[in-house]
């Protein structure tokens, strides 16, 4: 063999080494941010409630955590006069959209998960154990990249995990509310005036696009009431809100108040 021809193929072998390195390498790579699913069961009766849930508890969360997502929240809105509406949401962190689009298929091959599931699983279209599934799909913000579990020693009922979505009127005016909470340092102030915030997320595909949501949580309402007028009334707020390039970048605020269920992980 000419030693040339020798050279071309051994310089080949190594392209070829270095990019299975690479790829190996990108694939083992922890993610630089989470993705969320806000996942919402609305119901008309309360035998819907009870199939779900039982589901959720013996099937759903556990076959999660076998494949390792951990972390979920499960939450109910807190008690309304006006809604009659029933419902149950849940708040899954992603790795990847891999991970994300990969979950059915996977559960489908977990016996455990199928047997616990059985009967909401292989519901009739007669007793469907819910009315309808609304699917929300967020992308964490770059200055809260992992969903963060908050630290409430009070009772569950009484908690109060406070769920806003802004929706802005382009997606330039959405993408400068997003800088206002990163470079601007909206992030930064909830957390030095202790919001206890679960995420902050993208919506990359959602009913009310462009817009963000975001999560935080307090300890009772009252905890919650303090913690906004002290957010108001600071500083850092009042200069935000005062800056030219952020003006009118909100043109709707959608607010729902939740509580933990008693088999959520936070």
């Keep these: 063999m000419k030693t040339g021809k020798l050279l ?22 922890a993610p630089s941010r989470e993705f969320y699913q806000i996942k919402t069961y609305i119901f008309k009766t309360e035998q819907q409630v009870e199939t779900t849930e039982k589901y959720l508890k013996e099937a759903f969360l556990p076959g999660l955590k076998k494949l390792g997502i951990k972390n979920i929240g499960v939450f109910k809105p807190r008690p309304n006069a006006t809604d009659t509406i029933k419902k149950v949401m849940l708040v899954i962190p992603f790795s990847s959209m891999t991970q994300f689009l990969g979950l059915e298929d996977k559960l489908a091959k977990d016996k455990t998960y199928l047997a616990a599931g059985a009967a909401y699983l292989n519901a009739s279209y007669k007793q469907a154990p819910y009315l309808r599934i609304e699917s929300i799909l967020l992308k964490a913000f770059s200055d809260h990249p992992f969903l963060s579990t908050p630290v409430l020693n009070s ?20 993408k400068n509310k997003v800088d206002m909470f ?19 997320g993208e919506v990359i595909s959602g009913a009310k696009m462009p817009n963000l949501m975001y999560m935080t949580t307090f300890a009772d309402q009252e905890s919650r009431d303090s913690h906004w007028k002290a957010f108001v009334d600071s500083p850092e ?9 952020y003006k009118n970048n909100i043109s709707h605020i959608d607010i729902t108040f939740l509580y933990p269920t008693d088999y959520s992980d936070y």
Excluded: C, Q
């Design 182 to 200: 990163n470079a601007g340092g909206e992030v930064k102030l909830f957390d030095r005036l202790a919001f206890n915030a679960v995420f902050y």
């Design 8 to 29: 071309f193929l051994v310089v080949i072998a190594l392209a070829i080494t270095s990019f299975k390195t690479i790829t190996s390498d990108s694939k083992n790579a």
């Design 155 to 174: 009772p569950r009922a009484n908690r109060v995990y406070e769920l806003r979505s802004y929706e802005s009127a382009t997606e330039a005016i959405y």
């Design 237 to 245: 707020w009042k200069g935000l809100i005062a800056m030219e390039k």
